[in-house]
């Protein structure tokens, strides 16, 4: 329950951290801009369950796939979709700890 909730925050706290620090003149828009990437998490609809807190988003969902990420990356070299690009590997960096926290939680339940 805990975890979830962290999560989301830090969907939203992280990108205010980046836009204050590095866009200070803008980062109200930087920030809503890279807040407005979470629709990448429409293609969880496609997935059935489509909530399933013991899975990890990367590599499952078509928008979390190695080649977008790799994409997201390539946003950021160009000016006009540097916050979008950004944005979206925040998330994806902040489900990637999703992942990591969800392996680790179920090694532990394993030992037990």
């Keep these: 329950?805990?975890?979830s909730v962290f999560h989301s925050a830090f969907h939203?706290?992280?990108p205010?951290?980046?836009a204050i620090l590095?866009?200070?003149k803008?980062?109200?828009l930087s920030w809503l801009i890279m807040v407005v990437t979470m629709a990448v998490d429409l293609d969880h609809l496609m997935a059935n369950p489509i909530y399933d807190p013991n899975r990890c988003s990367i590599n499952f969902h078509p928008l979390h796939s190695d080649i977008a990420i790799l994409l997201y990356g390539l946003m950021t070299?160009?000016?006009k979709s540097?916050?979008?690009g950004l944005g979206l590997l925040i998330h994806m960096a902040i489900d990637l700890g999703d992942c990591t926290w969800i392996q680790?939680?179920?090694q532990q339940f394993a030992l037990y």
């Design 12 to 14: 939203f706290l992280i």
């Design 16 to 18: 205010g951290l980046i």
């Design 104 to 106: 680790h939680s179920l």
């Design 77 to 79: 070299a160009f000016p």
């Design 26 to 28: 803008r980062w109200r």
């Design 82 to 84: 540097r916050l979008v």
């Design 22 to 24: 590095f866009f200070k």
């Design 1 to 3: 329950m805990f975890h």
